[in-house]
């Protein structure tokens, strides 16, 4: 039997690829709202940013998420990721 094919993704910040596990995920919603996405599944253009507090507040500084996505960025959205990573 193959192995399975891990799904790999990039960080928009670092550009470094990881496993979609360790990458959270920020999505546009269709409807045009952004969301944190736990599930790795929600419906929209998704972007995927490395578990670390650093990497975050660099993406937070540079608005790499509001040039990928195309919309602007709630302040909740980053402090959703940053209570993500304490809870893991």
């Known amino acids: 039997m193959k192995p399975r094919k891990i799904p790999m993704r990039k960080c928009v910040v670092t550009g470094e690829r ?4 360790q990458l959270l995920r920020i999505v546009r919603t269709p409807e045009g709202m952004v969301i944190y996405d736990k599930t790795g599944k929600a419906n929209g253009r998704g972007v995927y940013v490395s578990k670390n507090a650093e990497v975050i507040e660099k993406a937070k500084k ?4 509001k040039r990928h996505l ?5 302040e909740s959205i980053y402090e959703d ?3 993500a990573l304490k809870d893991e």
């Open 70 to 74: 195309e919309i602007e960025i709630p």
């Open 62 to 65: 540079t608005n790499v998420f």
């Open 18 to 21: 990881f496993e979609k596990k």
């Open 81 to 83: 990721l940053l209570k």
